[in-house]
């Protein structure tokens, strides 16, 4: 691809894409799974930390002592 856009697309996303590749088989009948695999596994990291943080906050609001 020559487009700056495209190749800078390719070049963020081909080192999360490309491991998925690698161990699992992604292309089913001419379709590349693998971005969506990776678009789930982001998003629930994300969810996980999220809520974990948040719960770490709650428990951190309510174990502190006011004097």
Do not use: C, Q, W
Request: no cysteine; glycine share 4%.
């Amino acid at each position: 691809p020559y487009n700056p856009i495209v190749r800078f697309l390719v070049a963020s996303t081909e080192p999360l894409i490309s491991p998925v590749r690698k161990y699992i088989r992604t292309v089913y009948g001419g379709i590349d799974f693998a971005p969506l695999l990776v678009i789930l596994l982001l998003y629930f990291i994300d969810l996980f930390i999220v809520v974990s943080m948040y719960d770490f906050g709650i428990s951190l609001k309510h174990s502190v002592v006011v004097r």
